[in-house]
């Protein structure tokens, strides 16, 4: 009962994590259609900055958290406008993948050059480091925090897109970018706010996750694979399908570490195998996002 | 995310006969850069057979990705399990080089026939996922079977019998090179041979229009299972062969990021152009021997930006610099405009 009860608290605050840095590479990627193998690092890069804002410069929690999603979105616009645009909806995926692989070694030189190779961490303020009593349960603090940021996350991004001018058209983007573009939808403004969005997102993510997934300069080649894994299962453009795909991989993992810690990831990617079997297009193909 | 890069060979203007003439070059070729590198770097050439075994199985994901238009990120699978078969026989039981490189080979072949028929039905990025999965659990079960493979540790004690009873191997790895470059040779003779053929012809028809495959009355899905078995017996004897050249087979030989090296690799060179696996292993594995010996992070670094540039300024690969350079020598074929429709 205890285990079980470890296995959905750590389990749903991990899918909390991969959602929240997976949900922006599923957008682009159903959007933009751009294997974009570079969102890890961006995460990283979140991380990172939070990390020097709040043990170099001291800033307390929240502002370490702002800075670290603001600096990240900055620095990555740019290369929204210089590299990605010139492979947006590219027929030719592999072009995509050895460009972001290229941005993403660039990274990882770039953050161990700057900050080194030794393992980074992000300082808990005194709030988050005990526990939150749940009537007889008690969870720990970080992992509460966590599950409410996402679900936080969630419902904005809903309301973002259920309910605004700007969801609108981003739902029109995803499902007939052409037709979308000729009724007038200013497409590249479009795709650099939600790139921004995503990247933020991700920045997010790469902070609030460092418990769970340590920063070092391989980050954004080691967890890739893992955000990638969601948008699959999800559905690439699914918002509601990259939350359920988180959820169900990061049960799944932390369920297979507890029971059986010697295996390694090995249930993770059997579930992924099974998953894509009975859904080969992911759990919210073909809905608007 | 069904269309994968296109065919280099539609976009270039060279004249048909010249490229003939080439393309039967281009094994003598790399035989002949082979030997001349042999005579040249004498002190590299524990580095120049890896080049040559790891040409070979670039060579074979470039049977999937240019040829069948599988984008794949688990051709290590194939290429550890060959390694890892290979080895453990080598150890246990019989050390004659050919018969390992059959052995793994087979190994190869087999489990690439076995997920193939598994995973082939999907596409784009599901079907570049569940190669990600098969890869990993492949690893998770050398990591398990530790009394075999040895784990983390790695497998080591493959002591290679001469090949053909002929050519002892020697401490500077001379044999070692030569016995590499000539199974590179015969593999890259080999593939030929299958692309030109008329199963080859067919796949190259599946990766264009898979539709009208069928409508003439093919079944798709069964060539690019069997081109994916082929291709996975080119893996598994590549990793056959560096089990024998080096004695030594690692976890990393079947993980997740030697695949990725492997699809950098070729997309570098070219796909769809048996020379451009060869050029891309030469030119990564160059530039990786060359900056790496300072620091992995610069390597990183300038490897990071010469793939940037190659996407930006040459999206064909280094293959199509030479069929610039060739169609700028043929004036009175069509030029067509190169890059931009890709």
């Known amino acids: 009962m205890e285990t079980l009860f470890g296995i959905a608290v750590d389990g749903v605050a991990y899918g909390m994590i991969l959602f929240?840095?997976?949900?922006?590479?599923?957008?682009?990627?159903?959007?933009?259609?751009?294997?974009?193998?570079?969102?890890?690092?961006?995460?990283?890069v979140g991380g990172y900055v939070a990390s020097y804002a709040a043990q170099g410069l001291g800033l307390p929690y929240p502002a370490a958290i702002a800075?670290?999603?603001?600096?990240?979105?900055?620095?990555?616009?740019?290369?929204?406008?210089?590299?990605?645009?010139?492979?947006?909806?590219?027929?030719?995926?592999?072009?995509?993948?050895?460009?972001?692989?290229?941005l993403t070694f660039v990274i990882v030189a770039g953050i161990n050059y700057i900050f080194g190779p030794t393992l980074k961490r992000v300082p808990l303020p005194d709030m988050l480091v005990g526990v939150v009593e749940l009537g007889p349960?008690?969870?720990?603090?970080?992992?509460?925090?966590?599950?409410?940021?996402?679900?936080?996350?969630?419902?904005?991004?809903?309301?973002?897109?259920?309910?605004?001018?700007?969801?609108?058209?981003?739902?029109?983007?995803?499902?007939?970018?052409?037709?979308?573009?000729?009724?007038?939808?200013?497409?590249?403004?479009?795709?650099?706010a939600t790139?921004?969005?995503?990247?933020?997102?991700?920045?997010?993510?790469?902070?609030?996750?460092?418990?769970?997934?340590?920063?070092?300069?391989?980050?954004?080649?080691?967890?890739?694979?893992?955000?990638?894994?969601?948008?699959?299962?999800g559905g690439a453009g699914s918002i509601f399908g990259?939350?359920?795909?988180?959820?169900?991989?990061?049960?799944?993992?932390?369920?297979?570490?507890?029971?059986?810690?010697?295996?390694?990831?090995?249930?993770?990617?059997?579930?992924?195998?099974?998953?894509?079997?009975r859904w080969p297009h992911g759990f919210f193909h073909g809905r608007a996002a | 995310m069904s269309a994968i890069a296109g065919d280099p060979r539609s976009a270039t203007g060279a004249h048909p006969m010249i490229r003939t003439v080439l393309d039967s070059l281009g094994v003598p070729l790399v035989a002949l850069a082979g030997l001349a590198a042999f005579w040249l770097f004498p002190d590299d050439l524990g580095l120049l057979t890896r080049i040559a075994a790891t040409a070979l199985y670039v060579l074979s994901l470039d049977l999937v990705l240019g040829y069948c238009g599988i984008a794949t990120?688990?051709?290590?699978?194939?290429?550890?399990?060959?390694?890892?078969?290979?080895?453990?026989?080598?150890?246990?039981?019989?050390?004659?080089?050919?018969?390992?490189?059959?052995?793994?080979?087979?190994?190869?072949?087999?489990?690439?026939?076995?997920?193939?028929?598994?995973?082939?039905?999907?596409r784009g990025l599901t079907l570049l996922m569940l190669t990600v999965a098969v890869v990993q659990i492949v690893q998770e079960v050398v990591n398990k079977a530790r009394d075999w493979t040895g784990g983390s540790d790695g497998l080591s004690g493959i002591d290679p019998a001469p090949v053909l009873g002929l050519f002892r191997f020697d401490l500077y790895g001379r044999t070692s090179y030569l016995f590499a470059l000539a199974v590179?040779?015969?593999?890259?003779?080999?593939?030929?041979?299958?692309?030109?053929s008329p199963f080859g012809l067919a796949c190259r028809g599946v990766r264009e229009d898979p539709l009208r495959i069928a409508a003439l009355g093919g079944s798709p899905r069964r060539y690019l299972v069997t081109m994916y078995a082929v291709a996975g017996i080119f893996a598994g004897v590549a990793g056959a062969l560096t089990a024998v050249s080096s004695g030594i087979v690692g976890l990393d030989s079947v993980s997740f990021s030697w695949s990725a090296e492997a699809l950098v690799m070729l997309v570098l060179g070219g796909t769809g152009r048996l020379f451009g696996a060869v050029i891309g292993t030469v030119a990564f594995m160059g530039i990786h021997h060359i900056l790496a010996a300072t620091d992995p992070f610069h390597w990183m670094l300038f490897i990071g930006l010469f793939l940037m540039a190659v996407v930006l300024f040459l999206p064909g690969g280094i293959v199509s610099v030479f069929d610039g350079l060739i169609a700028r020598l043929t004036p009175s074929s069509p030029r067509r405009s190169d890059g931009a429709t890709r």
């Open chain 1, 20 to 44: 929240i840095i997976s949900v922006g590479l599923s957008v682009t990627l159903g959007l933009m259609r751009v294997v974009n193998l570079a969102h890890g690092a961006f995460a990283m």
């Open chain 1, 67 to 102: 800075v670290a999603v603001v600096l990240t979105v900055v620095a990555t616009l740019p290369m929204e406008k210089l590299l990605y645009r010139r492979i947006y909806g590219s027929a030719n995926e592999l072009q995509q993948v050895l460009l972001t692989i290229g």
């Open chain 1, 137 to 192: 349960k008690a969870i720990p603090a970080h992992r509460a925090f966590v599950i409410a940021v996402g679900a936080a996350i969630l419902l904005g991004l809903w309301w973002l897109l259920e309910r605004t001018d700007f969801g609108i058209r981003l739902r029109a983007a995803v499902d007939d970018p052409a037709m979308a573009a000729a009724l007038g939808i200013r497409t590249e403004r479009l795709y650099a």
């Open chain 1, 195 to 233: 790139f921004a969005i995503g990247t933020g997102l991700a920045a997010l993510g790469g902070v609030l996750g460092a418990e769970l997934l340590p920063l070092e300069p391989y980050y954004a080649i080691r967890y890739i694979v893992l955000f990638l894994a969601v948008v699959a299962v």
């Open chain 1, 242 to 277: 990259s939350a359920a795909a988180a959820l169900a991989l990061g049960i799944v993992d932390t369920a297979g570490k507890y029971l059986i810690p010697n295996f390694g990831e090995f249930f993770f990617y059997a579930a992924l195998i099974l998953i894509l079997f």
């Open chain 2, 73 to 122: 990120l688990g051709q290590a699978a194939m290429f550890g399990t060959g390694a890892y078969v290979a080895g453990i026989v080598a150890v246990n039981w019989i050390n004659e080089p050919m018969l390992l490189l059959a052995v793994g080979g087979l190994a190869g072949g087999l489990v690439a026939l076995a997920t193939g028929a598994l995973i082939l039905h999907a």
């Open chain 2, 184 to 196: 590179l040779v015969a593999g890259l003779l080999v593939a030929r041979r299958i692309v030109r």
